[in-house]
């Protein structure tokens, strides 16, 4: 069973600069696609970055357009942990921001799929 833990939400001023990280237990993240998620009150869970590569496939990375540009998702296999650097940030990207790792790759719907708690990212002057 992996667990899994998000830390480094907060508070940030608009246009500012925050990364999240998303480390995990119980297993090897490298045999997962690693993604980040989020979602803002009254608002559908949004899919924002992703990589699709694992130890048993290679792949590209994802982006939701909301995002590309903006946030980068990287994994230190070292660490066991998965990052999302969020710069220029925006009001709209106040949510609850989840990881989670997929078994049969980015964004598909498996039992074996692990998910974090979440990390409240609030983006306010």
């Known amino acids: 069973q992996v667990q899994l833990v998000e830390s480094g939400g907060g508070l940030v001023q608009p246009g500012g600069s925050l990364r999240v990280s998303c480390t995990a237990s119980?297993?090897?993240?490298?045999?997962?696609?690693p993604g980040w998620l989020r979602q803002a009150p009254g608002k559908e869970r949004e899919q924002l970055a992703c990589?699709?590569?694992?130890?048993?496939?290679?792949?590209?990375?994802h982006y939701a357009d909301s995002v590309k540009g903006r946030f980068t998702i990287s994994r230190d296999s070292v660490k066991n942990t998965v990052y999302l650097e969020m710069s220029s940030l925006k009001p709209e990207d106040t949510a609850v921001y989840y990881c989670a790792t997929f078994f049969l790759g980015c964004w598909s719907d498996y039992p074996g799929n692990f998910w974090g708690q979440g990390t409240q990212v609030t983006i306010s002057s």
């Open positions: 119980g297993g090897s993240l490298d045999h997962y696609a």
């Open positions: 990589l699709s590569s694992s130890s048993r496939r290679d792949g590209p990375t």
